[in-house]
Structure formats: structure tokens, C-alpha cells
């Protein structure tokens, strides 16, 4: 009664200027974005593609997170999100993802809660079975 | 047989940290953003609504643009784009749009073809009537 | 012993099709840039340009927040920021950010801290004593 | 007296959600962040990084697009940018970088043209030695 290997993944990331402000480093809120893109590639790699589930209606939204900004990260870096599946409920999802460079520092760190819902009445679903299904 | 006044309009728009990057400028793709807000504002004056069009399957898509990047835009400047309907046909519009700063300077400038499709089958559709009409 | 009137503020905001994704609302991370809109317009009501700042090494930046995505916003909605501070140390502050329709329902809520640092040496500092100051 | 074979690149690009619009389709702006970003790996397989010219006060500046909009990428979507250069003077540059499907479809092309400047005085100035020298 464990979670897949699945349940947690690595996902590469390139900073490029669109990514960076007049600051020199990341723009804040497009960390949100590197966390929503290995989210993605996680249901990726179980074989759930996010576009088929929309046009069924189903969708999975950011309901909450809880976001540490620990250090920018800067034009050209190679980095990497880490992402672990923390908690499955009926309708929610909860992961902690962590933007990490080269030398294992953490950039950014999130808890973030994810619903399922119904697009079209934007109500709470079920998550589909295939999705983080333990073995 | 003239259009209306409305077939030129003025949008005031600020430099946020989000629009520029690391260059300490605005991001060159970002100007097509304020660019679109002064094109839907315009359509605003002359009471239409996208997102009522949209939900009739009618939507406008930029087909192409030629665009010059002149002087970069930076933080917490206070700017305005200047619109003009160019050319009016059945199923596209033409406009030439312009960001200028306080000194009357253009920043930026782009001749702009939209398109009026129906967003259901992706295919050309007439424009509204009520679109910039003419008098 | 009291924060000045300008320890609250409000900013409007209208969605653009730049604001949404495919799922037909804003996508989440932009609500944080109309959240740091809301902040840096609260910093210059008090006479504060963050680009003056910058230039003399001083920058503000977010360095934990706590969002509540409540209800998706939606293109030509016209919404507004409700900014206020609610806690100022030495080199920090903390704001309560909440993004109300004209119903008065909040769609989104978020506690954000910023940390006031010097962007040479990417280290705290003092909060310039012209920011929020006290009567 | 030929252009070394680094003068043409190919990148994937994925579309996320942060990519999109309520329209279902890449939001138009978006198209110019995936050929800047192919434009920097094409850099960067020449050895040169933005990044440490930005310290040397150089950059490349984009100056002018023509860009045609054929076809919506969509959520999901594995594409890839194709990019040639087609002129190099003294100090600019000229792509031309396409969007293209599975099906080669192209969904995106334009013709850019990006300038080299110091980033003090904002002027031009000459390209350096190592990027897309000839054989």
C-alpha cells in the first residue's frame, strides 16, 4: 500500500530573459510557472494529458500555496524542480516542489494544494482513477 | 462617410517590475501585451465586450504584425499607446499602434492585422456590425 | 502612534486575454503580479520610486507569501487590489493582499512578505525611513 | 567563406498552461518568448552565454519582427522552433525562426532582427568575435 515511484519526479528548467526582471533575477510569481510545468510533466508521465481531462470538463486548479523565496534565481542557470506528491485526497492533490540548482541549494520551495474540478460547473470532482493510482 | 471618432483611442499604461527583465527594459514581447489591452479597450468604448463575443464563438486573433522595438521602455515609467484603425474589411481589421512616453517620443510602434474568426471551427467570420462602424 | 492613511490602498485591475489560460480564467501565478502592481502603486502614493531605489542598490522582494485562490477571475473583469500593511519591522514588511469583484467577493487573498535588500550584495537592509512611516 | 553549420538550430518547446489564453489557444506574445529562447541555445551551442556579456555591458537587443500568426499552437502540444540566420553585419543579426507541428505545419514564422548594443550608453556596437564567426 505505498505511492507509485511516480510520486515524485525531476524536471530540468533553463532561466531565460522572459523569465528575469530589472532586478537580475526571476520575476517571482514565474516560479509558480517552473512548479506548474513539472506538475504537469508528472501527470505526463502516468499518461494523463491535461488538455484530454479539459475537454472532459475536468481540471486540476491551484487552490493554495504556501511559497518560500530563498534565493533569485539568474539568467542562464540550469536548474531543476523537484516535486513529491505529499498527500492524495478524494478531490485534492498536495505536493512539495523545490527549485534547486547545481550545488543542491534551494531557490524556492512550495507547498502547494491542488483541486480537481468539474470546468464547467467549476465545482469540486473526483480525481480520475489513473491519476497518482497506488499499485 | 467617415469613421467614428472612435477609430482612435489612447490607453495610459505604467512599467511594473513584471514587464521588464534582466536587460533592465521592458521584455520585447510584453509591448505586444500593452498593445492588445489598448485594441480591447477600444473595442470597450464602442460597448463590445470579448468575452460576450467569445461566448457567441466570435473571436479576434492577430494575424501578423510588423513591429519596431525603438527605445526600451524601463521601470515605473508612465506611458501611452496610441491606436488607429487603418483599414476596415469584412473579416479583418488593420491597425497602426504606438507607445510613446511623456516627451512624445515613440518607444515602440506596430502595424497590427487582426482577424475576426469563428473560434468554435477556427475559421474567418465577418465582423460584428457593431464593430467600428461607421456613422 | 499610528501607520498613516497611506497603510491601506486600492488598486484597480481589469483581465486581459495576457491574464488567462486555456482553462478560461486568470492563470494563478498572475495574481501575483497584480499584487506587486498593488504594492509598488501604495510605494508611490507615499512618494517612493522603486527605479530610484535600484538605482541607489535598494530593492524590495518577496520573500514568503500565503495565497488563497478562491474564485477564478475572468477576461473584461473589473476587479480591484485591497492592499494593506499589517506588519513593518527593520527590514521588512507584511501585507495583506485580497482581489474583490464588485460583488465584494474575494477571489484571491494572500499574506506577503517582503524583505527590503541591498541588490549588490543580495543582503538585508534597513527600510528607507520615508517608506511607511509613522505620523 | 561559408557560415559555420551552428548558423541554424533547432529547439523543442512543450505549451503549458502559462502559455495559453481563454481563447485555448498560445496567447500571441507568447510565440516571441519561444524564439527568444531559441536563439539563446543557439548561442549557447556557440559557447556564448548572455549572461557574462550582460557583465561586459553587451546584449542583443531585438529591434524589429515581421511575424505571421498561422495557426494556434494548443495545451500539450511537442513543437519546435527552427531557426537560420540569414544576415550577419557588422552589428546585427538576422533570424528567420519558424514554429512548426509533427505534421511540419507551421504555426509561427518571423523574420527578426536583433541588434548588438552597450547596455550603458544603449548605442550599437559590434557583434563579438565568437558568435556565428565564419569557418
Known amino acids: 500500500m505505498h505511492h507509485s515511484k511516480s ?4 524536471l530540468p528548467v533553463t532561466i531565460y530573459y522572459e523569465d528575469t526582471d530589472a532586478g537580475g533575477v526571476v520575476y517571482h510569481s514565474n516560479y509558480l510557472k517552473f512548479f506548474e510545468r513539472a506538475r504537469t510533466e508528472m ?3 502516468q499518461g494523463i494529458c491535461q488538455r ?3 475537454e472532459q470538463s475536468i481540471g486540476f486548479v491551484v487552490r493554495s500555496m504556501e511559497i518560500d523565496f530563498l534565493k533569485g534565481a539568474r ?5 531543476e524542480v523537484l516535486t ?5 485526497k478524494k478531490a485534492s492533490l498536495v505536493f512539495c516542489q523545490e527549485l534547486v540548482n547545481p ?3 534551494v531557490l524556492c520551495r512550495a507547498i502547494v494544494k491542488v483541486a480537481c474540478i468539474d470546468t464547467q460547473k467549476m465545482k469540486p470532482q473526483g480525481i480520475p482513477d489513473a491519476v497518482f ?3
Not at 84 to 88: F, G, V
Open 52 to 54: 484530454d481531462l479539459l
Open 43 to 45: 501527470l505526463r508521465e
Open 75 to 79: 539568467l542562464d542557470e540550469h536548474l
Open 84 to 88: 513529491r506528491l505529499i498527500e492524495k
Open 103 to 105: 550545488d543542491h541549494e
Open 133 to 135: 493510482s497506488e499499485k
Open 7 to 10: 510520486a515524485s519526479s525531476r
